[in-house]
């Protein structure tokens, strides 16, 4: 069973820019949740979708934006890009069931200049 | 809110040397706990949860116990190899009584693993 994939796994942004993000869950998951990764802040949540609906959302400005498809296939987006957006950046995917692992993978490594 | 801590690393070991990676989190309703780990460059894996008290989670040698009375999740292995040098995250995932579960993971600061021949 093919895992989470993640497109592209590098990008390098200016400021000012936007960007978008790809992430493609296991099969059958229909839950796709995002992270942002820095040294500074760890692992902070962005936002949850389940069948193309937003279920939960982090605490993060709302130049961070999300989108999920009938496929369940998400994408993110982030405008306006800010130094501070480098990050790599982690989707996830989950069954809907009560122990609610997710899987993770392997991450965009943004890096904004 | 939810909240994870990790005891603060790095941790150095040498091989065959027993781990503990402590963890404590603060909750209301029913978590689940999780650690994962996370190899250089890489994504997080899950390496083993645990859904209710009591739970030992397991896998690739490594235990973890849930403890709702010490609000705990303690990351143990008996014997470290070199393979295992990476770094660990302690999460837990919120839920209700009546087992639903909401997407958000809130993670520990992750603590470094390495480990000399």
């Known amino acids: 069973k093919a895992g989470v994939t993640q497109t592209p796994r590098y990008l390098i942004k200016t400021r000012g820019q936007q960007v978008t993000l790809s992430c493609s869950p296991i099969s059958g998951h229909r839950s796709v949740s995002w992270y942002q990764q820095t040294p500074g802040q760890g692992l902070q949540f962005l936002f949850e979708y389940f069948s193309e609906t937003q279920r939960n959302k982090g605490n993060f400005p709302g130049r961070f934006s999300g989108r999920q498809f009938s496929n369940s296939r998400s994408e993110m987006n982030v405008s306006t890009l800010e130094l501070g957006d480098s990050a790599l950046y982690l989707c996830a995917s989950s069954r809907q069931s009560p122990s609610g692992e997710q899987y993770f993978g392997p991450g965009t490594r943004l890096t904004v200049t | 809110g939810n909240s994870v801590t990790q005891m603060e690393g790095p941790v150095t070991l040498s091989e065959e040397a027993f781990l503990t990676i402590n963890c404590t989190y603060t909750?209301?309703?029913?978590?689940?706990l999780f650690w994962y780990v996370q190899y250089p460059g890489e994504g997080l894996q899950l390496l083993l949860k645990?859904?209710?008290?009591?739970d030992k989670g397991s896998n690739k040698g490594f235990e973890a116990t849930y403890r709702k009375e010490t609000t705990s999740f303690h990351l143990e292995k008996g014997s470290v190899q070199v393979s295992d040098s990476a770094v660990y995250f302690c999460?837990?995932?919120?839920?209700?009584?009546?087992?639903?579960?909401?997407?958000?993971?809130?993670f520990g600061q992750g603590t470094i693993l390495t480990v000399h021949p």
């Open positions: 645990a859904t209710k008290a009591d």
């Open positions: 909750a209301t309703g029913y978590p689940s």
């Open positions: 999460a837990l995932r919120g839920s209700n009584a009546g087992g639903t579960s909401y997407g958000k993971l809130t």
